[in-house]
């Protein structure tokens, strides 16, 4: 009895010290800060980083820190917004044309402006029976 007892004792004890980081001081969140540098680790090595290709989770999540979505859902709501590459996008009333209007300072890492022939060039690429990750190839597809 008293084995368990310890035991269930020090299994608690160590769950509860876990729940702390080293060096806690329990005077509340820093405040946040710009710049520095941020180091993430995953599990695994990505296979690819080709957006339109990808298969696993470990891929998702480096290339979604790499790549720009064209929009984006609110959390809240699930409605789309234009938190991505768009600043806004319209529909035509019999749903064939949607025109989309990129933020004008978009830029590519290097510096370089993205273009409406860029986008699409990426729808285009998206809708490739090749590229069955995307969303794209989905909606072209099933429509």
Do not use: C, H
């Not at 806004?88 to 022939?117: C, I």
Request: charged share 20%.
């Amino acid at each position: 009895m008293w084995k368990r007892l310890t035991l269930l004792s020090t299994v608690t004890l160590t769950v509860v010290l876990s729940l702390f980081p080293a060096g806690y001081s329990g005077a509340g969140p820093a405040q946040p800060r710009r710049g520095g540098t941020l180091t993430v680790s995953v599990d695994a090595d990505a296979a690819t980083l080709n957006p339109f290709v990808f298969r696993f989770n470990v891929e998702r999540n480096v290339l979604t820190n790499i790549y720009e979505t064209f929009a984006n859902y609110d959390l809240k709501t699930f409605d789309l917004a234009n938190t991505g590459a768009l600043e806004s996008w319209q529909v035509s009333t019999n749903g064939l044309t949607y025109t989309l209007r990129l933020w004008p300072d978009m830029k590519f890492q290097d510096g370089s402006a993205a273009t409406a022939e860029d986008a699409k060039w990426s729808l285009e690429k998206a809708a490739q029976p090749t590229s069955a990750r995307t969303a794209a190839w989905t909606v072209e597809r099933s429509g």
